[in-house]
């Protein structure tokens, strides 16, 4: 009697470590899509990802950089004073967007150009996403924003 309820108790144990492992793997596939890591321009042109891995940039929109082509698509660089990227973005540009600024971008880098899918600007004139201000102190370029 003592026998089964220790096999019983081993067989419980077995099942809930093996549910736990399966639950994790289901967990990691499914948010694998949805995790978007960012990278400064000198990192992109460091080690280039995969074109069809999709990510996000960040940095300060290069002055005189800004072209507005047929329809709705911009071209423009980004830069955190160590290299520039160049992106390519069809859509509606944020209200803020402009030269000078920060912006986030998601999408994939193709043949050395980044392809913007989504396109954020600064929302009021401190802020910027702290990634940004981190690659910016990162190559040194960063400068705190009067109060």
């Known amino acids: 009697m003592k026998n089964l309820k220790k096999q019983r108790r081993i067989q419980i144990l077995a099942l809930a470590a093996v549910s736990l492992v399966v639950a994790t793997v ?18 992109v042109t460091e080690a280039p990802p ?37 992106v390519t973005y069809a859509g509606v540009l944020p209200d803020l967007f402009e030269e000078n600024q920060g912006m986030v971008g998601t999408g994939r880098l193709v043949d050395g150009v980044f392809e913007a899918s989504e396109i954020l600007a600064k929302h009021d004139e401190t802020y910027m996403p702290k990634e940004v201000v981190d690659a910016l102190k990162a190559q040194g370029v960063y400068q705190e924003p009067e109060s």
Request: without cysteine; glycine residues 16%.
């Open 26 to 43: 289901l967990i990691g596939y499914a948010m694998k899509d949805g995790i978007n890591y960012f990278r400064s321009p000198s990192q």
């Open 50 to 86: 995969a074109p069809s891995e999709v990510f996000r940039i960040g940095g300060l929109v290069s002055e005189g950089s800004l072209v507005r082509g047929e329809g709705e698509t911009v071209r423009f660089s980004v830069t955190d004073g160590g290299a520039t990227v160049q």
